[in-house]
């Protein structure tokens, strides 16, 4: 018979392709740490405000050899002389920066977006000797370098609208089933009904939660609320959990498990219209990471049914999914980034995996400080990881 | 009637509506997004339509019931032929699942000819699903991973938009014969799939070409719509005539339509700014 | 349907100048044809041609294609056509005026974004040569028969061909509604010519079937006289031939004109058969030398009769009425019976050599693909192959495809195009403006 059956057929090429991609990133991870190193050695650090000093004076320029990594630099030229000069970045001929007209005792700055390579500066008069500028290449030069175009990513992104749609479809058959089971007083029913919808949301969160509005209305915490759990913008997830969990009663939350069904079909509609660019992946990811390590971990918000856990489970998969679309786009580009990413992730994972007893996850009120410190510092190192990734693919 | 065009203003026009222009139509590949990500839906929906069918049809063949499995034959098949362009990205299910007889050198004796039309020779050619049961076994793995491959796949665009054309291309050069279901005669219903798929594709892209490139859209469309009046002509209530019941009249009529909509259909990514 | 395996006509780049190219082009070309030749020849290199720029004109009384000289390489291609209204009619004929004129002309066609597929197959680089093209347009009987508005006007012999004595016809190569003859130098310049007119006409034509075929190349003779070619059974064919030039006689067994009681749309239009004829060559080829030569009529070696010494001697029957010089049953006997009232039924013969592949039983299909055309498609070829009926060559011979066609007027001019007397016979009214 043929080679492939159900349990032995050759993996996917995709499947293939992303393991490889891992071993190369892993050895570009070691390439780049040693890069590094002889980077911070030698090489002046291109951030911004960070200017070098060019002081001329007789004649001569201090320093006369300077080296710069690719990128936007800031030169502070002193003119030290007895005369108004100009100062000049030159590629062979031709002039790339300049700055005319540095009168005596006064200092001027430029910035220069530069690419790697050799370059002269000229040093006050023209027959002065000519300093050299040499640039490095830098995360940011090899990032243009190897910045992907914007139709790579066209894939990636219809791959992850085909991600929300499905999550969103998921989202508003929970939510029926919820507002089902309360309508029909079924306590059990409609507190499975609410864990299930709680999934798909958590995992879409980065999108959902661009809409303030729909925000407000389908997630509202009662501790940002004046009267609490008695406001009357207490709506949503929160207030329904709020009456399974702590009144325990679907009574009174019909009107709640109606709106939450027309605010998150809203929802699914709105997200469907959505026309994403490709930075607002990584930025959604990362706003998202970052929140929940700042206030969520801490605080929890599920105060009733305490399962926040499962909330955090669903946002890291969420991340995850975002993460795993890009990897294909990114890694050529930012291959140590990647990795960087996919490194925090694991430990998230792992962090939340080792919380996760024979009956899933316990109840939140049971986590301790440290444990939640050590779960809010590993978010927050896979937040400030992928904060660097659209930088890295330049799409800054 | 008159046609007051002269030669060369009509060979001009002959330029415009069957050869594409030289400008290309400038189309953001955000507004892509939309349209693949609509069809890897498309795709999936009909990729769990058919492992769902090919459940039954296995298991119809796996019984021994030869008059329920062979009706349920050509509706099987639909789904893998609506998704062709995605489906055949893999080969090697491709191959086990839907390669014919003549791809392989002992053709219907050789090991190798297994999946749909495998089961088709034993069912329509041999009327007995005598030794079809490891066939059908592998046929359900077979779909059952191409589910869950797809699922996993990224769809690359040019595959994507390519698709429309290399579907009506696949027609024209191996279907249009009748000697794909050359055992059951179930043609047309690997055809209506095959336009259907193609005409998503079309229809999911039309919005971002309709303004720039009104006649192409209209001339594409109307030869859809040719097909689709020409294919009901068969329609039974559950399906499709055989395809020997196709008139040599019809027959050239959805050979001249599927040329057109490949010849047309083929300047589609160029359209879409898709090398 | 069938394809042409035999590669052809490549003039060999030594003899090219002797013979070739045409004398200016010859004079300006020297110079760097005497550079290159210093370029030592590669395995790869393209065979070089001085006839790629020799042309011939579209516009004209008649279709080109019948009366021009045969060139080496030859394919008739047979259509269905979809086009039903006479708008669409219209369109295809235009099209096809459109398209033949441009290809027959040469040049460079349009350039589009390399995102989207060319304009052109490009097989004969961006600049297509003439390399003397003809493409001749003609119509089967179906063509009117399935337009009722054209039935009344169908030529009044066109009539769909059935099966002779001997034939053994396939359905896939016969008929069609329309055919294109194409000839030039080359089989490359065919085939660029065929794929040109069915990317252009996707929605209007249906591809039926086509054979293509090829001719020998000769040297030329020093004296400038002409041989005719060879066919496959390596006798010459057409040294009988009634003479292209003699316009007076091709107006009596070619053309149609205003003395002939057909369609006044029609005159200036011709009949067209095409056979495919396969020829058993294999046991031709065990058949003694003599035997063949009977059979034909004529000596192998030189075509000449065997009551002459050149091909175009002409055969006396009268002094041989028993056949004792020429069988009876020789092929040029019963094909023409050189009678006075046989003047009626000659016919003009353009014929290809075909070769296909192999055969189930693992024989050569190799054949004549005949054409003919005449004035009158009666007193012509289908008199002539029903005096053939039961002659000793079908032995070796079985045609199996082709039929019968009405090859339409020539474009008078610019402002003419293929088929236009046609429709406006059918009442369809058609503007005819300068381009």
């Known amino acids: 018979m043929s080679q492939s059956t159900g349990s032995a057929s050759p993996r996917p090429a995709s499947q293939k392709l992303m393991q490889l991609a891992v071993v190369g990133a892993a050895a570009l991870v070691v390439a780049g740490g040693a890069a590094f190193y002889y980077a911070s050695k030698n090489v002046k650090p291109a951030a911004a405000g960070d200017a070098i000093t060019v002081t001329i004076k007789n004649g001569a320029c201090d320093p006369n050899a300077i080296t710069v990594a690719a990128g936007p630099s800031t030169f502070t030229i002193v003119n030290q002389s007895d005369r108004a000069l100009e100062w000049e970045i030159l590629d062979g001929v031709m002039v790339i920066e300049e700055r005319e007209n540095i009168a005596p005792g006064i200092s001027q700055t430029l910035q220069a977006k530069l690419k790697p390579g050799d370059y002269e500066i000229t040093c006050g008069l023209l027959n002065n000797p000519r300093g050299t500028l040499h640039v490095t290449p830098s995360a940011v030069s090899d990032a243009e370098a190897a910045r992907p175009a914007l139709r790579a990513y066209l894939g990636p992104l219809a791959e992850f609208q085909v991600f929300l749609v499905t999550q969103g479809n998921s989202l508003v058959k929970a939510s029926q089933s919820l507002d089902a089971a309360i309508k029909a007083g079924d306590l059990e029913k409609a507190k499975a009904a609410y864990q299930s919808a709680r999934v798909p949301y958590k995992q879409i969160e980065p999108m959902a939660d661009q809409f303030a509005d729909l925000h407000n209305a389908i997630d509202p915490v009662a501790d940002y609320l004046e009267k609490r759990e008695q406001d009357p913008a207490f709506t949503g997830f929160h207030r329904i959990e709020y009456g399974l969990y702590t009144q325990k009663s679907t009574a009174g939350l019909e009107n709640y498990s109606t709106k939450l069904l027309a605010d998150v079909t809203a929802l699914k509609d709105r997200i469907r219209g959505l026309r994403i660019s490709p930075e607002q992946i990584a930025k959604g990811a990362q706003r998202l990471m970052a929140s929940t390590a700042e206030t969520k971990v801490a605080a929890g918000v599920d105060h009733y049914a305490q399962t926040d856990l499962s909330d955090f489970e669903a946002n890291v998969a969420g991340v995850s999914r975002m993460m795993a679309l890009l990897k294909p786009v990114a890694v050529t580009a930012a291959p140590q980034v990647v990795g960087d990413i996919e490194l925090r992730l694991t430990d998230v994972s792992t962090e939340l995996k080792a919380l996760r007893g024979p009956d899933g996850y316990p109840s939140y009120d049971g986590v301790n400080a440290d444990t939640r410190k050590v779960l809010s510092q590993k978010m927050q190192a896979l937040a400030d990881a992928i904060g660097k990734l659209n930088a890295a693919v330049g799409l800054e | ?275 | 349907m069938a394809a042409n395996d035999k590669g052809l006509v490549t003039t060999r780049r030594n003899v090219l100048f002797g013979v070739g190219a045409a004398s200016g082009v010859l004079a300006t070309g020297l110079g760097s044809a005497s550079a290159a030749a210093k370029q030592e020849e590669q395995v790869t290199d393209a065979p070089v041609s001085g006839k790629t720029q020799e042309r011939q004109p579209f516009y004209g009384v008649h279709q080109a294609g019948i009366i021009t000289p045969r060139p080496a390489a030859g394919m008739i291609a047979a259509f269905d056509v979809l086009a039903s209204t006479p708008e669409d009619v219209e369109r295809l004929f235009r099209t096809l005026s459109e398209r033949i004129a441009f290809l027959m002309q040469g040049g460079k066609p349009p350039v589009f974004d390399d995102r989207l597929p060319p304009s052109d197959s490009g097989i004969l680089g961006p600049v297509i040569p003439p390399d003397n093209l003809t493409m001749t347009v003609s119509l089967g009987s179906s063509f009117f028969a399935k337009r009722d508005w054209l039935g009344a006007h169908k030529p009044k012999r066109l009539s769909r061909m059935k099966a002779f004595r001997n034939d053994a016809l396939d359905g896939d190569l016969c008929h069609g509604d329309l055919t294109l003859q194409i000839s030039s130098n080359t089989p490359d310049t065919n085939i660029h010519a065929l794929r040109d007119i069915i990317k252009t006409m996707p929605d209007l034509l249906v591809l039926r079937w086509k054979q293509e075929g090829s001719v020998p190349v000769l040297p030329p003779k020093p004296d400038g006289s002409h041989e005719s070619a060879r066919n496959f059974l390596g006798f010459r064919d057409g040294s009988a031939n009634p003479d292209a030039n003699n316009t007076e006689l091709m107006d009596r067994i070619v053309w149609l004109t205003e003395n002939s009681d057909e369609p006044e749309w029609a005159r200036r239009g011709s009949y067209q058969v095409v056979r495919i004829i396969r020829n058993f060559v294999e046991r031709w080829d065990r058949t003694p030398l003599g035997e063949q030569e009977r059979i034909i009529g004529r000596k192998k070696a030189t075509g000449a009769p065997f009551s002459g010494e050149t091909e175009h001697d002409v055969p006396d029957y009268v002094k041989d009425p028993e056949g004792k010089v020429t069988p009876l049953d020789a092929h040029i006997r019963l094909a023409n019976l050189r009678t006075p009232e046989s003047g009626a039924n000659l016919i003009l013969r353009r014929p290809f050599n075909y070769s296909n592949g192999v055969s189930k039983s693992g024989q050569l299909e190799q054949g004549l693909l005949f054409i003919c055309y005449q004035a009158d498609l009666e007193k012509g070829f289908i008199t002539v192959q029903r005096q053939l009926d039961g002659e000793p060559l079908e032995e070796y011979i079985k045609p199996i495809g082709g039929g019968f066609f009405f090859t339409l007027p020539g474009p008078l001019d610019e402002t003419d195009f293929l088929g236009r007397t046609l429709l406006e016979a059918a009442g369809h009214a058609v503007t005819r403006v300068r381009s």
């Open chain 2, 1 to 275: 009637m008159k046609l007051k065009l002269t030669l060369s203003a009509s060979l001009f026009a002959l330029s415009a509506a069957i050869l594409p222009g030289v400008a290309v139509a400038e189309v953001s590949p955000l507004d892509l997004v939309q349209p693949i990500a609509d069809y890897k839906i498309y795709v999936s929906e009909n990729s769990e339509k058919l492992v769902a069918d090919t459940k039954a049809f296995t298991d119809a063949v796996k019984a021994g019931d030869v008059e329920k499995a062979k009706s349920l034959f050509g509706a099987t098949r639909m789904s893998y032929e609506a998704i062709e362009p995605i489906a055949e990205l893999f080969s090697d299910l491709d191959g086990s699942i839907d390669s014919r007889a003549d791809d392989h050198e002992l053709a219907e004796k050789d090991p190798g000819f297994t999946g749909f039309h495998r089961i088709e020779y034993g069912l329509f050619a041999q009327n007995s699903t005598e030794g079809l049961g490891p066939v059908a076994d592998q046929l359900m793995a077979d779909v059952t991973e191409l589910n869950k491959r797809i699922t996993d796949l990224t769809l690359p665009p040019e595959k994507v938009v390519g698709g429309a054309a290399v579907l009506m291309e696949e027609v024209a050069a191996t279907k249009i014969s009748g000697e794909e279901d050359r055992y059951s005669h179930t043609d047309l219903w690997d055809f209506k799939a095959n336009f259907d798929g193609s005409r998503k594709i079309f229809d999911l892209v039309r919005p971002l070409i309709e303004k720039d490139e009104a006649a192409f859209v209209t001339k594409v469309s109307a030869n859809f719509d040719a097909v689709d009046t020409t294919l009901a002509k068969y329609k039974t209530a559950d399906g499709y005539e055989l395809y020997d019941k196709l008139s040599e009249d019809d027959r050239k009529v959805l050979a001249a339509a599927v040329n057109t909509l490949a010849e047309d259909l083929s300047t589609l990514r160029g359209k879409l700014g898709l090398n």
